[in-house]
């Protein structure tokens, strides 16, 4: 098999759904285009000599028109087929691009997408195969007051979630009453994780991460930035709660491995969207099992979906939860995923699942490459 083109429709994507926002500091809900402009996605396609089309849709879609353009063009010609060829093509081409994080990803997406046809598979069992019903934990938005947050968790409750992750204000004062809270309303047998969404320094981190082992947190995530390695490595050290992190570095596997050999972590974060795919994402989870270490998958999608469902050394699919409609909704969700008594029903359906009117996009994108 060829590849025989690889294609860019920029479109007009408004974004849909409810606002929400994070800790203090933090941009919320949407991609930051200003008022009075539209955000712009890229959908992409990729063809093949045997007629079988890869297909995504991303965002910050004017970069990803120009890296199509200027550089993942040159791959036509490759098999998709060869996923670890590819994915070590694209890191050739990283090294003079520095290619966005998340666009790191999109030809080996595609290539999955396209090999899952081929095998007429689900992309859980190419990749592994393990379960297609993975339990899933409510991660919350940040909302404004206790109140909020206690009425949302007893909604999540009431559709069957028995495990929680907070997104809380980022004042550690107020963020462990909150926590000590969560404990209250779920009861001693729930999961419950905090996520400091890189917010503090040392000192607090360690104080926060004492507050959570007196309720029993399952993890600690991502309390620092994750630049300075000797302070998460202090962490580990002084604190009896798992550490997760590794979730917004870069470099997949090389950079993992860095954080396994320097004690820097006590759990793995991977994700095929900020890890290089698919590829890089199942790298990652191989080497901390490899180390006898979780490797949890961070964020929502299909392609965390099916890698939740392909390894062992996972606990949970990550739910965002933001308004009570939202979670009414998520057992009967506009896609393919349904959330039923908190478990996910992995798609057993080949490929991505995206699926896109070409003719009708050539007529009316703002731009084809």
Same mark, same amino acid.
């Given at each position: ?17 409810? *606002? ?118 409510? *991660? ?52 419950? =994780? ?29 309390? =620092? ?25 870069? @470099? ?21 969207? =900020? ?17 006898? =270490? ?56 080949? @490929? ?18």
């Amino acid at each position: 098999m060829k590849i025989t083109n690889i294609s860019a429709y920029l479109i007009e994507d408004p974004y849909v759904g409810d *606002s929400f926002r994070w800790r203090a500091g933090l941009p919320g809900s949407g991609d930051g285009t200003p008022d009075g402009h539209v955000p712009r996605s890229a959908i992409l396609r990729m063809d093949t000599d045997e007629g079988i089309t890869g297909c995504l849709k991303i965002g910050r879609g004017d970069a990803v028109m120009s890296l199509v353009l200027r550089r993942l063009k040159r791959l036509v010609g490759e098999n998709p087929l060869l996923t670890e060829r590819l994915w070590h093509l694209v890191w050739e081409i990283d090294r003079l691009e520095e290619i966005q994080l998340h666009h790191m990803a999109l030809i080996d997406m595609l290539s999955w997408d396209i090999k899952s046809k081929k095998a007429g598979l689900p992309l859980y069992q190419l990749l592994g195969g393990d379960s297609n019903r993975v339990p899933v934990y409510a *991660s919350t938005v940040t909302w404004d007051t206790m109140d909020e947050y206690e009425r949302h968790i007893k909604e999540c409750m009431d559709e069957g979630f028995t495990a929680f992750k907070l997104h809380a204000w980022g004042d550690a004062k107020a963020d462990a009453l909150l926590c000590k809270n969560l404990r209250r309303w779920t009861g001693p047998d729930a999961d419950l =994780m905090f996520d400091g969404s890189a917010g503090w320094d040392y000192p607090t981190s360690l104080w926060f991460g004492r507050r959570l082992e007196e309720q029993g947190f399952l993890w600690y995530e991502e309390p =620092m930035r994750e630049f300075e390695l000797r302070s998460y490595k202090k962490l580990c050290d002084d604190l009896d709660i798992p550490v997760l992190a590794c979730e917004t570095s870069d @470099g997949a596997h090389w950079n993992a491995a860095t954080w396994i050999q320097d004690g820097a972590l006590d759990m793995m974060r991977t994700n095929p969207d =900020m890890k290089a795919g698919l590829t890089g994402a199942l790298k990652i989870a191989h080497l901390a099992e490899c180390h006898g =270490m979780k490797a949890q998958v961070h964020g929502m999608g299909v392609g965390q979906a099916h890698l939740c469902g392909a390894i062992r050394n996972n606990d949970y699919y990550e739910q965002l939860v933001i308004s009570s409609q939202q979670i009414r909704g998520l057992k009967n969700p506009a896609g393919l995923m349904p959330i039923t008594a908190g478990v996910l029903a992995v798609p057993d359906a080949p @490929g991505l699942g995206w699926e896109f009117d070409w003719a009708a996009l050539e007529k009316t994108a703002i731009a084809v490459v």
